[in-house]
């Protein structure tokens, strides 16, 4: 295994903590994001709390990871990246981003994507990381690609955005 780490000195990655409770209601309560998270009912507070007590940070068994995105020169929690659907046998998983409003824009997401790239690919010895972005979201469609992922399909009017159906683009990054 390769000297990964989940730092840049910028920002580091970490296992959420129970003082992230605020963070992650804000970030799982953003209406603006159930389109492309697939939720569609708010979480609770005791929900996101239970979760973060109770995960059991194996991904064999949750089939998941979360981790905060924290400034390095501050501890100041700036969003999370997680891991989802992670398939062991297959070696993939889905990566998905969300920033507070206040942290866009400013290369934490693609500082980020690296971070959980290289983790990925060298600690967790996955093959793959994929995603699935609404096809009129140019600027995430542009961060995964500055990142490495390409696109390699398309699912047709697969989310709906204001009655309006809206297409994915699968994009892929294959170690």
């Not at 963070?23 to 996101?48: F, K, M």
């Not at 390095?72 to 920033?99: H, K, M, Y």
Request: with cysteine; proline share 3%; aromatic share 10%.
């Amino acid at each position: 295994m390769n000297n990964v780490s989940l730092s840049d000195g910028l920002i580091r990655l970490r296992a959420p903590e129970p003082e992230d409770l605020d963070v992650l209601y804000s970030i799982e309560n953003d209406t603006a994001l159930w389109v492309v998270s697939g939720n569609a009912i708010p979480y609770s507070r005791y929900q996101l709390k239970k979760y973060i007590m109770e995960s059991t940070h194996d991904f064999y068994t949750d089939r998941q990871i979360r981790f905060m995105i924290v400034r390095e020169s501050d501890d100041q929690v700036l969003g999370c990246i997680d891991l989802t659907d992670i398939d062991p046998f297959n070696s993939r998983a889905e990566v998905g981003v969300a920033l507070l409003p206040a942290f866009r824009g400013q290369g934490v997401a693609s500082a980020a994507l690296t971070l959980i790239s290289d983790y990925s690919s060298d600690v967790l010895r996955l093959h793959q990381l994929f995603c699935q972005i609404p096809s009129n979201n140019g600027e995430c469609i542009r961060l995964f690609e500055k990142n490495g992922f390409t696109e390699s399909g398309r699912f047709k009017d697969w989310l709906i955005n204001k009655n309006l159906y809206l297409d994915v683009i699968l994009m892929q990054k294959i170690f």
